[in-house]
Protein backbone atom coordinates (compact mmCIF):
# COMPACT_ATOMS: atom_id res chain seq x y z
CA UNK A 1 0.00 0.00 0.00
CA UNK A 2 1.23 3.15 -1.25
CA UNK A 3 0.96 6.06 1.58
CA UNK A 4 2.11 9.61 1.23
CA UNK A 5 2.35 11.88 3.84
CA UNK A 6 2.99 15.15 4.13
CA UNK A 7 4.21 17.50 6.36
CA UNK A 8 4.79 21.40 7.50
CA UNK A 9 3.13 24.66 5.74
CA UNK A 10 0.74 26.88 7.51
CA UNK A 11 0.20 30.34 7.80
CA UNK A 12 3.58 32.76 6.86
CA UNK A 13 3.65 36.73 6.12
CA UNK A 14 5.19 37.38 2.97
CA UNK A 15 8.61 36.80 2.26
CA UNK A 16 8.76 34.18 4.45
CA UNK A 17 10.13 31.04 4.19
CA UNK A 18 8.56 27.35 4.52
CA UNK A 19 9.40 23.74 3.99
CA UNK A 20 6.96 20.91 3.07
CA UNK A 21 8.20 17.40 3.26
CA UNK A 22 6.61 14.21 1.95
CA UNK A 23 7.35 10.65 3.30
CA UNK A 24 6.56 7.92 0.58
CA UNK A 25 6.05 3.96 1.82
CA UNK A 26 5.31 0.89 -0.36
CA UNK A 27 6.82 2.08 -3.28
CA UNK A 28 10.79 2.04 -4.22
CA UNK A 29 11.01 5.69 -3.55
CA UNK A 30 15.08 6.06 -4.68
CA UNK A 31 14.18 4.80 -8.32
CA UNK A 32 10.86 6.81 -8.10
CA UNK A 33 10.80 10.68 -9.99
CA UNK A 34 8.61 12.73 -7.39
CA UNK A 35 6.46 16.23 -8.04
CA UNK A 36 4.81 19.05 -6.17
CA UNK A 37 1.69 20.56 -7.15
CA UNK A 38 -0.95 22.93 -5.73
CA UNK A 39 -3.99 23.89 -6.40
CA UNK A 40 -6.92 27.10 -5.43
CA UNK A 41 -10.17 26.77 -4.97
CA UNK A 42 -11.78 26.88 -8.60
CA UNK A 43 -8.68 26.48 -9.99
CA UNK A 44 -6.79 23.32 -11.35
CA UNK A 45 -4.13 21.33 -9.90
CA UNK A 46 -0.70 22.89 -10.78
CA UNK A 47 2.46 21.51 -11.69
CA UNK A 48 4.87 23.50 -9.10
CA UNK A 49 8.52 21.36 -9.00
CA UNK A 50 9.66 18.17 -9.87
CA UNK A 51 13.03 15.54 -8.86
CA UNK A 52 14.05 12.75 -10.65
CA UNK A 53 15.36 9.73 -8.92
CA UNK A 54 19.01 10.74 -10.27
CA UNK A 55 17.94 14.28 -8.40
CA UNK A 56 17.54 16.57 -11.84
CA UNK A 57 14.77 19.27 -11.26
CA UNK A 58 12.66 21.62 -12.46
CA UNK A 59 10.05 24.22 -11.54
CA UNK A 60 6.90 25.66 -13.15
CA UNK A 61 8.11 29.74 -13.96
CA UNK A 62 6.24 31.21 -11.38
CA UNK A 63 8.79 29.58 -8.34
CA UNK A 64 11.32 29.11 -10.38
CA UNK A 65 14.54 31.24 -8.51
CA UNK A 66 12.31 30.94 -4.93
CA UNK A 67 11.60 27.23 -4.76
CA UNK A 68 13.85 24.38 -4.42
CA UNK A 69 12.73 20.49 -4.40
CA UNK A 70 14.84 18.50 -3.12
CA UNK A 71 15.13 14.31 -2.09
CA UNK A 72 16.36 11.97 0.58
CA UNK A 73 16.48 8.32 -0.27
CA UNK A 74 17.48 7.39 2.89
CA UNK A 75 14.54 8.67 4.49
CA UNK A 76 12.61 8.33 1.69
CA UNK A 77 11.16 11.68 1.24
CA UNK A 78 10.72 14.65 -0.67
CA UNK A 79 11.34 18.06 0.59
CA UNK A 80 9.62 21.67 -0.61
CA UNK A 81 11.90 24.77 0.35
CA UNK A 82 9.68 27.53 -0.57
CA UNK A 83 11.84 31.20 -0.29
CA UNK A 84 10.26 34.43 -0.50
CA UNK A 85 6.61 33.24 -0.64
CA UNK A 86 3.84 35.50 -1.84
CA UNK A 87 0.46 36.28 -0.94
CA UNK A 88 -0.71 34.24 -5.09
CA UNK A 89 1.76 31.49 -3.47
CA UNK A 90 -1.47 30.47 -1.52
CA UNK A 91 -2.96 27.28 -2.14
CA UNK A 92 -3.03 23.59 -1.18
CA UNK A 93 0.47 21.69 -2.07
CA UNK A 94 0.14 18.24 -3.05
CA UNK A 95 3.21 16.24 -3.33
CA UNK A 96 2.47 13.13 -6.07
CA UNK A 97 4.90 9.97 -7.65
CA UNK A 98 5.31 11.66 -11.07
CA UNK A 99 4.53 7.82 -12.57
CA UNK A 100 0.87 6.79 -11.09
CA UNK A 101 -1.85 7.85 -9.27
CA UNK A 102 -0.22 8.70 -5.81
CA UNK A 103 -0.92 11.87 -4.03
CA UNK A 104 -0.64 12.87 -0.42
CA UNK A 105 -2.88 14.34 1.51
CA UNK A 106 -1.92 17.83 0.91
CA UNK A 107 -1.41 20.63 3.55
CA UNK A 108 -2.30 24.46 3.56
CA UNK A 109 0.17 27.36 2.60
CA UNK A 110 -1.16 30.34 3.39
CA UNK A 111 0.22 33.55 2.95
CA UNK A 112 -0.81 36.39 4.03
CA UNK A 113 0.69 40.09 2.81
Known amino acids: QVQLVQSGGGLVQAGESLRLSCAAS????????MDWYRQTPGKQREFVAG???????NYADSVRGRFFVSRDNAKNTVYLQMNSLKPEDTAVYYC???????WGQGTQVTVSS
Open 96 to 102: KVTRGGY
Open 26 to 33: GIWFSINA
Open 51 to 57: ISSGGST
